[in-house]
């Protein structure tokens, strides 16, 4: 099923841009955890419209409550259920649309599969989807830490050529220190330049969000075809305008020979630790006790207010300009989102972590 | 579970290097699809050991069985079940390798998760675990080509910073023309020089693989989390050795604005294409007709016949020096590996493509 | 996952008595399927507590909104939720039930699994925990019933040792003829007259529901471990209260012999038939085309109103008498849940129906 | 998918009658237990044709080999896969059958779903089919006893109208002192001479196995859908020729009130118990400690030596008459499958249960 991701802690999302609500259905989390409304609002204010001045400006609240599993702030172990209602945002912006499909959106795809599709603004393929992800990725992000020590922090790395210096893990609060969501204070400053002059000229930029994981043991993961980097490539390209992913050295790390590549293991007879990082943290699919590491390319928004071709309903040409107000750059408000699908896929195997016989 | 992959088209891996044998029992495949032990046998010999002097020189001969599923040469609609019997393979290369763990394997790892590793050759860490895939694959490629006219085509694209000029699809025939499977003649030489140089120093080397998958139709693939190239990103990653993934324009369109990057629709009323193909035919985690392509990044061969350092199972520093004969560029046998994982993805899309209710 | 049924039509419940609200998510069902929310409320009606003399005399609405998934009454293909928000119920009914736990009743068994159990009421083990279940099943009632024109009609077979006496299947508005949802009108009035002088007694029932589903052609259900009176037993025993199941002649077929038991096919070069029905409509987990027939046993309500030893949160002996509205006899308001779960089973497989190669 | 069960401990079983052999891929034991061959062949002996003068008289040896994921003797935590090759067994007595539709078999509904049928034996259908669940139960059942301390115990109970009286629960020793497996020693002789004299008839004999599993701990099971007696009446009407199943008090329940049918918790301080187990030892789907108690109902074989009406291919009336050495009632067999599917069950639910974040 599409909607529904994670094995052991699994989320079920629901919801169009334009319906009544948009949520998620959490099932497999542990009693007894405590959590608290305002935890989840926070990551859902990182991931809100109209957060700063390169985001859209459309002004959405999206306040959420919780409406089971959970009593007086602590879990019980039964489903929990977040939910988002929507304002009502139909607007002339849309109509044009819904006779046209707009270039590189899932308008096409969608129409195609389906025989309709929602009155405007993406229905599932909508960025409102991941509102349900990053509220279960909250909890997922306390259980993690609570349990296990274990801290995600992804941020803006690069966008488009302006590539910015960060060495080793950054904080959190060191990724909120500016609206771009990038610890390299100059970097950030020429992103949000950059962004604030696209956006002036009607166009989009793309750009890379890494990603760090820390305190994950050796041991999480499993063989074969549920490697944890086969499990994050996944959680990433889910993500709307994601378009690749690497792990590690990644591919960079083509250029290397084995020599330069392999990873030595270190050891003091209790702990054992690698003196580079190339696997990223991951060897055969599973953690080896190094952070984990990994870098996602997100494309430039497809939402642009030039006139461009493309088809009708009809399979005719005609040409749409973009209206409305869109990200020009969508890599800000998918940090909390990157962050949200890291604790999904490491919160699942933990709790997926085979028992052994001895 | 680990290794168990799909929904609709399910398979399930199984084997170690030094048991009896490996395999793969394929749960879904529709009845009445006219399948050989050949056409099996044919996909099987080009990820086979041995087959060229750039490979492994280890021979293996890899012949497969049906055990069920199949009757008088046509699906039952029932398990298929194929295995490969392992020759007796454990020797001496291997007895230094149990009390150490080879660096950027998957030995430590496995030995944290489980308090024990198989006796030699990686385990299910093992590229041999890749025969269930492989022989699995062939199936599916038959099914996708019998069923909807689906091809799929890989090849190596890069060694290291040999990059190939590979314009369009290449043919399957183009691929197998060379034993290092690029469809550039010219890069194909230097390919095959620098990995026999590279042998002869025993280091190894890592590259990069494209994949072409023509003829899907518009309406493959799900919406939010199994988008069909988050599918495809986890099919891979899931490959040993396989480090990155992109999907179209992957990590170079982060370099692009939007007005470059998006694919303009045309069409005549009864069919649609795009002029460009930056999306790689997935728009929304949903195929537009176009070609679906896709690249790989895959790291060097962790095996080098250099000394280097590491830690043995009571965690103490010690050093090792690869033995035996191995891979010193994984990239030729990975092209059915791609192939096979590729088509196991369209082919569980093709099965799960959802029933409108008109 | 506990809260997760189905494969190709996937519902994902919610919520507990007491939380804010209680839902349902529907993943996998076909685009372009006309629904409206009175056809949901309609089932909803027939499970709501207090619509008779013979249930629990509580009174709750259980107004259901549609958040997602439909567009002007048509389904879009995306996840369908749906809600029944929760009116204030806590009680002085329930505190001294917080210390101690009710015989046979899941206050200890969900104690010792989550080290919490939810403040009253039963958590996900409340009958309220239907509400999503029958909310579901609507919706996979109408999409049978469109497709394929197959029907599920459930009724009250038996109550205590009142056994009905009904010949084929009866009409849907037959069985809602009277208030315990018996086709036969004479056992329905003794059932009734049982159930209230039970009640008084402050003393509880169980019995029988029968089902059939009419119209399911042949070829659904799945051999081995998906067989179609699998998935239903299943359906059936996850129902709170239910503790038997059986297909065809179930137990009574026990006492026969082969010769008795076989059911004859008879054709006539384009249908076939049986000429009785032992095998229930199900021969080796796929339906015949025949009728599909089962029946479920319900225990008597565990809460009653008399004293009865039981144990503490500190596992000390205490004893405990039910108090509050509670139903003496569920099995009228079992009936919608058992349509609904029937349905849910069949719509899933009609969905997995595995297409051939020719 | 229809040969694939369980989720934490997940089996994939293969295999027909005529193919060239079945077994069992087992995902999901965990690393470093303890199980040899041995232990495997003495379940698979139990199930074993030929086994005695009340079994069908064909002689299979079925031995077993281990083709992966145990080394030295001990799990690696990897993919068990189980092989039992098939003697070649096609033989004239099945030609009529290829035309033909056996009454109460699985021929007509195979043929109308897959548009093909095994060329004999019943295909997938097969009693064959459960070598790969008893070779997987055995396992299951090693892992139980090793690490929780459960044990399961299936035994016949009643054959048409001969019903055992047993007392608590037998010993493995007590079931299998006789060829019925029926630990009523006078009830196992009316046994056996019934089943003797029914199969000079030709025809053939149903009854009820019952099953205790001892030592499971409160806790175990999940709440909602997969509640641990709908996972267990799944996994018993997925065996060939089972119509019911029941928990605990079952049908029977249904005659008393709840003041009888309720078990009340007596507790001192560390240890609860209930003063009698209607429940079956499940309470909400979850373990509570006690005896977890089931009895399943299996029709009458459905093949017999007298001449039937029945419809060929082309859906025109015939008549059959069966041939060959068929089992005249599959109860003695059917035991060691009971075993083995109780034994999947629980094991799963095992590894399943839920942590707790304190």
């Given amino acids: 099923m599409s909607s529904v991701f994670g094995e052991a802690f699994r989320i079920s999302t629901f919801g169009e841009s334009h ?21 989840i609002q926070a990551e859902l204010d990182r991931r809100r419209p109209g957060q700063s001045k390169i985001t859209t400006q459309r002004k959405e609240e999206d306040k959420v409550q919780i409406l089971s599993g959970v009593q007086d702030g602590v879990t019980l172990g039964t489903p929990i259920a977040l939910l988002v209602m929507n304002k009502d945002q139909r607007s002339r912006d849309y109509d044009e649309m819904q006779a046209k499909h707009r270039p590189s959106h ?12 929602a009155s405007s603004g993406g229905g599932r ?5 991941t509102i349900g992800r990053v509220a279960a990725g909250a909890v997922a992000q306390k259980l993690l830490k609570h349990l296990w020590g274990v801290e995600v922090t992804s ?50 930029l793309g750009g890379i969000i890494s990603c760090h994981a820390t305190g994950v043991p050796a041991g999480w993961g499993e063989p074969v075809f549920d490697k944890l980097e086969a499990e994050l490539a996944k959680a990433m390209l889910s993500l709307p305008a994601c378009k690749g992913f690497e792990s590690g050295s990644g591919f960079a790390g083509t250029q290397m020979t084995g020599r330069e590549h392999n990873d030595p293991f270190r050891g003091d007879g209790t702990e054992v630790w690698t003196t580079q990082n190339n696997s990223g943290g991951i060897q055969g699919g599973i953690s080896n006790g190094m952070p984990i590491t990994f870098r996602c390319a997100f494309k430039p928004t497809a939402t642009i207010l030039h006139e ?28 909390p989102m990157v962050d949200a699908m890291a604790a999904l896929v490491l919160v699942d195997h933990a709790l997926r972590s085979q028992r052994r016989s001895n």
């Fill in 308 to 335: 461009q071709d493309t088809v009708d309903v009809d399979k005719q040409n005609t040409t749409l300009a973009g209206k409305g107000r869109h990200d020009p750059c969508v890599l800000p408000r998918a940090v």
């Fill in 125 to 129: 393929a909508s960025a409102r989807e």
């Fill in 106 to 117: 899932a308008d096409f795809t969608y129409h195609e599969k389906y025989g309709i599709k």
């Fill in 155 to 204: 941020w803006v790395q690069q966008v488009k050529e302006i590539d910015a210096a960060v060495a080793g893990t950054p904080t959190r609060e060191q990724v909120e220190a500016n609206i771009v969501r990038c610890p390299d204070q100059d970097a950030a400053e020429q992103m949000i330049a950059l962004i604030e002059s696209t956006r002036k000229e009607g166009d989009s």
């Fill in 19 to 39: 319906g009544a609500g948009v949520g998620v259905v959490i099932d497999g989390c542990p009693s007894l955890l405590e959590i608290s409304v305002d935890e």
